[in-house]
Nanobody, 123 residues
Framework: VQLQASGGGLVQAGGSLRLSCAAS????????MAWFRQAPGKEREVVAT????????YYADSVKGRFTISRDNTKNTMYFQMNSLKPEDTAIYYC?????????????????RGQGTLVTVSS
């Protein structure tokens, strides 16, 4: 499975961006998927996860109410709508996929990972 993240860019605080994560090589409809981010000088952290059936989602407290994770299994693609962006949201955003990860919020439980897309939020 190859994952390609896109949609990052430079945006002013309060603005919005929509990230996409396109999967290829195999259908990921039965996979759990997630978005992680890593800010300069900080450790990588989970931002949101979604299970294969799109029923169960998880959001980090820092993004609840502002970001929405979704997926379209017919397009083999996951999305991340980010609204009300803040400068502290600046980071490289990575998408990841895995079959029933034991710990859905752990980077190491997702064997398939995209290359990352940079999101920069100016104040």
């Amino acid at each position: 499975v190859q994952l390609q993240a896109s949609g990052g860019g430079l945006v002013q605080a309060g603005g919005s961006l929509r990230l996409s994560c396109a999967a290829s090589g195999r259908t990921v409809s039965s996979y759990a998927m997630a978005w992680f981010r890593q800010a300069p000088g900080k450790e990588r952290e989970v931002v949101a996860t979604i299970n294969w059936g799109t029923i169960t989602t998880y959001y980090a407290d820092s993004v609840k109410g502002r970001f929405t994770i979704s997926r379209d299994n017919t397009k083999n693609t996951m999305y991340f709508q980010m609204n009300s962006l803040k400068p502290e949201d600046t980071a490289i955003y990575y998408c990841a996929a895995g079959v029933s990860p034991t710990s859905p919020t752990s980077w190491y439980h997702y064997p398939y990972r995209g290359q990352g897309t940079l999101v920069t939020v100016s104040s």
